[in-house]
């Protein structure tokens, strides 16, 4: 993928994150309490394994670090993605720099390893069976 | 590379491209020479039908995009619950051409 075309859809997708947060924090689950965006739960009723993240990510910012892990484990990765991410797009946009596209590169093919995939294909497997169990 | 060889490639093959690439493909086929056939010949290319079938049924948790290589957007779908739906169902739509670009990269990476 080009540095521009990853830079673009970064951006897109934190400030999506950022205004499902602010929906959220404004209360859009009081107007409508069926309101839910993941198609594995509307068409399952099955949690998926990254159901719960919303819940965990405004845990962590009423400062409830035990909800955040409660809620998803996986609330913590978002938490860091959206606060990082930003900035070093703003600084490589600003020194006219491709360093995070570079790791990206690199992240991609760390992940790509077989040992790593497989631990990760577990922890996200153990993780969908925890929060089946939860009933989230 | 002789336009027989070339044209068989392109038959048998044609369907792992984008359309407007085929032209290109044939054209830079044909420059090459003919020590290059074998290993084109042994090249595995991803089927945009199988991306299509895998991103309907668990696009959601990104599986269709750790498929054709794109780890980073299969994580980015998987912690999202597919970008909030919104993005598992425009992959619906992007997947094939997706695949496609990406056997394109690979017949250059081996030429």
């Known amino acids: 993928m080009s540095r521009n075309k990853l830079y673009t859809l970064l951006a897109l997708a934190c400030t999506a994150g950022y205004v499902w947060l602010y929906l959220n924090y404004k209360g859009i689950d009081d107007i409508n309490s069926s309101f839910n965006v993941c198609l594995i739960k509307q068409v399952t009723d099955i949690p998926c394994p990254s159901c719960g993240s919303t819940r965990a990510v405004e845990a962590f910012l009423h400062g409830d670090f035990i909800s955040t892990i409660y809620w998803n484990p996986f609330g913590l990765i978002l938490i860091s993605i959206l606060i990082i991410i930003p900035v070093w797009l703003l600084i490589d946009l600003i020194r006219r720099n491709d360093s995070l596209h570079h790791y990206y590169g690199k992240a991609e093919i760390f992940l790509r390893k077989r040992k790593i995939a497989i631990i990760a294909i577990l922890i996200v497997l153990a993780n969908w069976v925890w929060n089946i169990e939860k009933g989230l | ?111």
């Open chain 2, 1 to 111: 590379m002789d336009a027989q060889k070339v044209d068989m490639f392109i038959m048998a093959n044609g369907k792992f491209f984008e359309s407007h690439h085929v032209v290109q493909i044939r054209e830079k086929l044909l420059t090459l020479d003919d020590t290059k056939w074998v290993m084109i010949q042994t090249l595995q290319f991803k089927d945009p039908t199988t991306s299509l079938i895998v991103s309907l049924l668990a696009g959601t948790l990104g599986i269709d995009r750790f498929m054709i290589g794109d780890t980073g957007m299969g994580v980015g779908k998987l912690l999202t619950c597919g970008g909030f739906g919104i993005w598992a169902v425009v992959d619906w739509f992007l997947i094939m051409g997706a695949t496609r670009e990406k056997n394109l990269l690979k017949l250059q990476m081996a030429l």
